[in-house]
């Protein structure tokens, strides 16, 4: 949702919590994300990893963007 020039809600909090997975110099995007992308062939993904998010209560397919 937006409200004036604020985003809110359950899918910028599921943003927030897969970019806090990250590591450094790394770029992660939800499962969703790469099905949406993927067929464009314009990006590069690792074979994705479970992790656990706080607040969603089961785990989530995060995958690196090679984007060098």
């Known amino acids: 949702m937006k409200e004036g020039e604020d985003f809110f809600g359950n899918h910028v909090n599921l943003a927030a919590r897969v970019a806090g997975q990250a590591q450094g110099g790394e770029i992660l995007i939800s499962s969703l994300l790469v099905e949406l992308t993927q067929i ?8 994705g990893r479970a992790v656990s998010l706080k ?3 089961v785990k989530r397919r995060v995958f690196q963007v090679y984007w060098q």
Do not use: L, M, N, Q
């Open 40 to 47: 464009s062939g314009e990006f590069a993904f690792g074979e």
């Open 55 to 57: 607040g969603i209560s």
